[in-house]
């Protein structure tokens, strides 16, 4: 069946990568998650989307040039003012943390393509190992050579290229970067790549898929997952088609 992976958490109802919208997430029957990761001026990896800190909290600049001390007193509920609680930058620690007491997968997206972070893979890998989670994680990045590293660091955890746009035979890509699978946007994932691709065994996770058309369509070629806003959402429709 096709995994529903709330991205950036339940972020069509909450404020995106905050702890609220992964336990909503995960309330609303998400199987699992997708977060991107950034990393702060002493070395701290975050939660959060945005190089700059500017469209989803309070404050301004880059993330790199904040301690995560200085990050943490930002508030970070974005356009969903009417909450009465903050909500803050969430370090990527606070959220395996909690993680590892769910059932739930994780997709870390690290953020590594505009701002090269100096050993953000190696930290990332010894926190998911830290916390017992290389079989539950898949690590995901625009950056391929960041992902082909990450393997190489830690051939236990799976890697997953981002791709925004169509590439011909990418199955054939994941696996000569040994990717047991490929995150395309949903408009490079029609069906005859869908089909293609598990066929060679390689799962195909497309995103951000949000048209009720387009998960109908996904789940129906069987997709292996779905990134979605909207994870409540999906589920009733694949409810829908399944029982
Ligand atoms: O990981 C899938 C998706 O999140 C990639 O794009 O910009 O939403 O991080 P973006
Ligand atoms: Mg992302």
Redesign the pocket.
Known sequence: MTLILA??GYAAEYPENTMLAFKEAEKAGADGL?L?VQMTRDGELVVI?DEKVDRTTDGTGLVKDYTLGDLRKLDARFKFKELSRREQIPSLEEVLEWLAGTRLVC?I?L?NSIIPYEGMEEKVIDMVRAYELSDRIII?S?NHYSIVQSYLLAPEIEIAP?L?EGLYMPWIYAQSIKAKGF?P?WRAAPDQIVTASLESGIEVRP??VNKESELERLFKVNCSAV?TDDPAKAKIIREKLFT
């Open positions: 991205h950036r997708e991107d989307h997709n997206e953020k995901s625009f981002l925004s995150h946007h995103y951000t990134i």
